[in-house]
Nanobody, 125 residues
Framework: QVQLVESGGGLVQAGDSLRLSCAGS????????VSWFRQAPGKEREFVAG????????LYADSVRGRFSISRDNAKNMVYLQMNSLKPEDTDVYYC??????????????????WGQGTQVTVSS
């Protein structure tokens, strides 16, 4: 069983940067593809970015490509989401998710076995 804990959310202004962290424990976190999703109240959970277990493959949603960057440090069991040039429309609860796969990350939320509790990101205009 893999446990995930997100941190790093907060309130920032448009144009600012934030770095979200996802700490994994238990199971084989370092062998999992890990992604970030986000969700606003009443909306579907939306894929943001994902990274393969070894870090060699990354995937981004069109809405964040060029502004966000995902990385991981398997020695520390950590995955990071660097968010630059934040916009008010990036305001959401951000979730870390892991799937027990040696392959590429997937964009479908149903593909993931493990989820964190989420961290709020609020971007003011």
């Amino acid at each position: 069983q893999v446990q995930l804990v997100e941190s790093g959310g907060g309130l920032v202004q448009a144009g600012d940067s934030l770095r979200l962290s996802c700490a994994g424990s238990g199971g084989h976190f370092s062998l999992c593809a890990v992604s970030w999703f986000r969700q606003a109240p009443g909306k579907e959970r939306e894929f943001v970015a994902g990274i393969s277990w070894g870090g060699g493959i990354s995937l981004y949603a069109d809405s964040v490509r060029g502004r966000f960057s995902i990385s991981r440090d398997n020695a520390k069991n950590m995955v990071y989401l660097q968010m630059n040039s934040l916009k008010p429309e990036d305001t959401d609860v951000y979730y870390c998710a892991a799937r027990a796969s040696a392959g590429a990350p997937r964009s479908g939320a149903h593909e993931y076995n493990y989820w964190g509790q989420g961290t709020q990101v609020t971007v003011s205009s």
